[in-house]
């Protein structure tokens, strides 16, 4: 079996935030990139239309999204994987699989899963535990947090901030948002990435679900939609 590099079993700080930076960067090859999450059929539809009203759209996945679904199960998976705890982590993995509510959103985190664990067997970074069969893309990003010794808190900005910037660049591409209203949109966003951190880190287990009608009606649209450019 693969094993640990010895940087990431003995790295600092400084080794981790590097880390991090490569866990999220658009330049990964696991083509997140091909996914809108929803977004491109609220285009589609008018209920997205302009920088005011993505920023509006946005708020409300992170809070109703992110917040009660992937941030706090990331959190969970990262103390499952310190612990080798293999039945939280195949419980929290389902647990993500079972709330997907459309067929599109749940092939993206089974498929960007895959591609980042066929990433991490290029790199000889794959788990020794067994994984899950499929291991969805929260349940991989977990593991390799961990193994790089990323802090939870910071591990779940960063995950945040990856499905911020990957929403903007679908927004360039399909809108079309022009690029420095999508800085601004980074902006006035930065604080909503903390705040859904927080409060992904203070929920109780009974308070998680997602809340988003609106994005799993917009996703079931685009299976069905004529002209698109991304995979959701």
Not at 15 to 29: D, H, I, M, T, Y
Not at 181 to 201: C, G, I, M, W
Request: hydrophobic share 50%; net charge negative; charged share 20%.
């Amino acid at each position: 079996m693969p094993t640990e590099r010895p940087e990431i079993s003995a790295g600092g700080e400084d080794l981790a935030l590097l880390g991090l930076l490569q866990l999220v960067s658009p330049a990964l090859p696991i083509g997140a990139f091909a996914w809108s999450q929803g977004l491109e059929s609220a285009f589609e539809l008018g209920w997205v239309k302009d920088e005011a009203s993505l920023g509006r759209w946005l708020d409300g996945v992170l809070d109703d999204g992110l917040a009660r679904c992937e941030l706090p199960v990331l959190a969970r998976l990262m103390s499952a994987w310190a612990e080798r705890d293999g039945a939280a982590i195949v419980g929290w993995n389902d647990w993500l699989a079972a709330n997907r509510e459309t067929a599109e959103l749940a092939a993206e985190d089974a498929r960007l899963g895959a591609a980042l664990l066929r990433l991490l067997a290029s790199l000889e970074l794959l788990p020794t535990e067994r994984l899950p069969d499929p291991a969805g893309y929260v349940t991989v990003f977990a593991w390799l947090a961990h193994a790089r010794g990323i802090a939870p808190r910071t591990a779940l900005l960063g995950f945040a901030w990856a499905w911020l910037e990957n929403q903007l660049a679908v927004a360039c591409k399909a809108l079309p948002l022009g690029h420095t209203a999508a800085q601004r949109l980074v902006e006035r966003l930065r604080p909503s990435l903390v705040a859904a951190v927080d409060a992904a880190l203070s929920r109780d287990e009974e308070a998680l679900g997602p809340i988003l009608p609106g994005l799993a009606l917009a996703s079931a649209q685009h299976e069905t939609q004529y002209s698109r450019l991304f995979r959701s």
